[in-house]
C-alpha cells in the first residue's frame, strides 16, 4: 500500500485548500482499504508533528484537533480509495506540510489519531501548505 498525498500550495489568510490522499499499490494479500483509517498531520517549521483529523474505515467517525475544529472537514471515498481535507478559513498557522497516514481501524478514533506513531502503518511523501498573512 502507497499513499499519495496532494493538493498543497499556497493560499492567503481566509483561503481555502483540499488535499486528497489517494491508496495505491493494493493486493489481494493487503487489507481492503475500508478496513483502514485514515489520518492528516502536519508540521510545520521548527515544530513537531501534530495531528490535523481522522475518519474511521467506514467514514462514519471523525476527529479533529481543536485548532481546526470548524474550518477543516474530512472525507473519504472508499470506492475511489481516496480521503480528503477541505481546509477552510485558512490561517498562517495551519502553515506546514501535511501527511496522510492509514491504520487498520481497529480502535477508538481519538486513540488511533493521537498516537501516529503506533496506529498509523502506512505515511505518504506530503504536501506543503502554505499560508500567507
Known amino acids: 500500500l502507497q499513499l499519495v498525498d496532494s493538493g498543497g500550495g499556497l493560499v492567503e489568510t481566509g483561503g481555502s485548500l483540499r488535499l486528497s490522499c489517494a491508496a495505491t499499490g493494493l493486493t489481494l494479500d493487503d487489507y481492503p482499504i475500508d478496513d483502514y483509517a485514515i489520518g492528516w498531520f502536519r508540521q510545520a517549521p521548527g515544530k513537531e508533528r501534530e495531528e490535523v483529523s481522522c475518519?474511521?474505515?467506514?467514514?462514519?467517525?471523525?476527529y479533529f484537533s481543536d485548532s481546526v475544529k470548524g474550518r477543516f472537514s474530512i472525507s473519504r471515498d472508499n470506492a475511489e480509495k481516496t480521503a480528503y481535507l477541505q481546509m477552510n478559513s485558512l490561517r498562517p498557522e495551519d502553515t506546514g506540510v501535511y501527511y496522510c497516514a492509514a491504520g487498520i481501524d481497529y480502535a477508538q478514533l481519538h486513540r488511533l489519531c493521537t498516537m501516529p506513531t503506533v496506529s498509523m502503518d502506512y505515511w505518504g511523501n506530503g504536501t506543503r501548505v502554505t499560508v500567507s498573512s
Open positions: 475518519i474511521s474505515s467506514t467514514g462514519g467517525s471523525t
